[in-house]
Each structure stands twice: as structure tokens, then as C-alpha cells.
């Protein structure tokens, strides 16, 4: 029975200490211009406990077990601050920004904090470079407007490129790669009927809520105290069983 409590607690500490860890983080990326946060997903099984009497298994009950299955990304639209800056995006709909590192390796972002590298491309900081249809977005200076199609121009209208945008749908399951990058393995073409908009001078929050995320930390900073009280217990009657057993020798 001793057993059985251990390894309850002790599991219900560990699946505790990833949720605090998701949480902790969602709190610390609340300012994080297009971070999405995070949440572990729990499951359960039913596990038989097996008693062997002379030889024969005899099932005599089942507990159930919770245990950690993953982390999913939660993908909803967030608010918009605005700003007087020509480089900032944001996007409203499904559809996500394309940014492409120096090793060629393309991730998906709501992240619309642009600026210009040293070559004169429109990129991400240093994660990379924002795609268009045509590649690598040259612009060269900061004299350029974006329009809701996301076709980026002169300010004579002249045509430089269109930003190239992916449709991920609100519940897909992507990778994090940054805490504003993800990979997304699905079907990228956009459904027929769907639409976006692009807002220039404008980027996208995080969709984290402080208010409920603190609550959820609280909540769960408990449960694991309540747990690692439990395990001092068990080890305490675990001890005066042992001292018992010596002293009835």
C-alpha cells in the first residue's frame, strides 16, 4: 500500500512540476510581441494490480493513473497594440508570417516586429528574413506601405513584393521552435473562403491572460505542496514500520 502512495505522489508532483513549468513560462512571454501560450494535456490509465497465490494471478482491484501526454499551443487570435512604426505587422485571421534563417530552414510566426538588416531585407531580428512570394523581401529603406492583401509597395505604388502568409488552423498542433516561432507539418494552402487581413503600423500581443494564468499557478504550486507533504508522511510511517519490525526481532 506504501508503494502504491509513492509512486501516486511522486507522479502527481512530476506531472505538477511540468505544469508549473508551462505556466511559469506562459507568465514570463505575457509581453512577448505573437508568443502563444502553452498548456499540458493530461491522460490517465487503468493499470491491474496482479497478487500471485500459489502460482495463479488473481486480479484484485485497478487504480488510475494520470500522467503527462503533451504540451499543446494554443493558437487563438490575440489584441493589437499600435504603433507609428511602418515595420510592424499584424495579421488578422489564420494566416501566419514566413520567416527563413541563414541556413534555409523556414518557420511560421505572428511575431510583426520587423525591421531591416544590413543589406537593406526586411527581417525578424535575428531569426531570419520575412518571405514573400519572390523569396527574401528586399525593401531597402523605410518608405513602403502594406496593404491588406499584404502587397507591400512604394509609396508610388509600385509593386516590390507580396508577403508570402501560411493558413494554420486555430487548432493545430505546431512545434515551438522559439518562444514566437513554430513549425507547422499540415496542409499550408488556404481553404477556399478564407481570409485574412494585414495591418500595417500595428502588431500582435501574446494571448496570455496574467489574471488566469497567475490563479493556475497558485492552484498548482499547491497541489505539489500537498503532494510532497503526503510523500513526508508516507516516509515517516515508512520509518516507524521499519523501527517496529527491528524492535519485534
Known amino acids: 500500500m506504501y508503494m502504491r502512495g509513492y509512486y501516486n505522489a511522486t ?3 512530476l506531472v505538477k512540476q511540468r505544469e508549473l513549468d508551462a505556466v511559469s513560462n506562459n507568465i514570463s512571454n505575457m509581453n512577448t510581441s505573437g508568443y502563444r501560450k502553452d498548456e499540458v494535456l493530461l491522460n490517465t490509465f487503468m493499470e491491474e494490480l496482479i497478487w500471485v497465490q500459489k502460482r495463479r494471478a488473481t486480479h ?6 494520470t500522467y503527462v501526454e503533451f504540451a499543446r499551443t494554443h493558437l487563438e487570435q490575440s489584441n493589437f497594440d499600435f504603433s507609428d512604426s511602418r515595420f510592424d505587422l499584424a495579421v488578422w485571421g489564420n494566416a501566419y508570417f514566413n520567416i527563413t534563417d541563414r541556413y534555409g530552414n523556414t518557420f511560421n510566426t505572428r511575431n ?4 531591416l538588416d544590413n543589406e537593406g531585407y526586411l527581417c525578424l531580428g535575428k531569426a531570419g528574413r520575412v518571405q514573400g512570394v519572390n523569396g527574401d523581401i528586399y ?4 518608405d513602403f506601405v502594406v496593404n491588406a492583401e499584404g502587397v507591400i509597395m ?7 513584393d507580396t508577403l508570402l502568409m501560411t493558413y494554420i488552423p486555430p487548432n493545430a498542433d505546431v512545434r515551438k521552435i522559439s518562444d514566437n516561432l513554430f513549425r507547422y507539418d ?3 494552402d488556404f481553404p477556399e473562403g478564407e481570409v485574412f487581413h494585414v495591418i500595417q503600423g500595428a502588431f500582435e500581443k501574446s494571448n496570455v491572460d496574467g ?9 498548482i504550486q499547491r497541489m505539489f505542496e500537498a503532494n510532497s ?9 515508512n520509518s516507524r514500520n521499519a523501527d517496529m519490525a527491528r524492535y519485534n526481532k
Open 11 to 13: 507522479q502527481a508532483m
Open 60 to 65: 484484485e482491484g485497478t487504480f488510475q493513473q
Open 112 to 115: 510583426g516586429q520587423f525591421e
Open 139 to 142: 525593401v531597402g529603406h523605410d
Open 154 to 160: 512604394t509609396t508610388e505604388e509600385v509593386v516590390i
Open 186 to 188: 499540415g496542409d499550408e
Open 211 to 219: 489574471n488566469k494564468e497567475m490563479t493556475k499557478l497558485i492552484e
Open 229 to 237: 507533504a503526503i510523500l513526508k508522511i508516507l516516509d515517516s510511517i
